[in-house]
């Protein structure tokens, strides 16, 4: 059996910490494919690039058994911030 949703949860909340978390398992339950949205202090005054191998660090264990790895979102608390006020001031958006 594959990686379940609650374990890519668990590994980044322990080692990210993150204000923000949302997994999604894209695999039809098999674990196998995950898209990840995370907000993390961790990923100040870093490149997307460096952001995103932060996170594959972090699931180092469960990257032997994810085959796909979609990270749509890698902010910080402030650039997240300013996404949530920008929805709200474009609720049509």
Do not use: Y
């Amino acid at each position: 059996m594959g990686v379940t949703k609650e374990q890519v949860e668990s590994s980044l909340t322990s080692k990210l910490k993150p204000s923000h978390l949302e997994v999604t398992d894209t695999s039809g339950g098999c674990g196998a494919s995950f898209a990840i949205e995370i907000v993390s202090e961790q990923f100040q005054g870093k490149r997307l690039l460096e952001r995103h191998r932060i996170v594959n660090a972090a699931l180092e264990d469960e990257m032997k058994q994810i085959h796909a790895l979609s990270i749509k979102k890698a902010l910080t608390p402030e650039q997240w911030k300013q996404q949530q006020d920008a929805k709200k001031a474009k609720p049509n958006a």
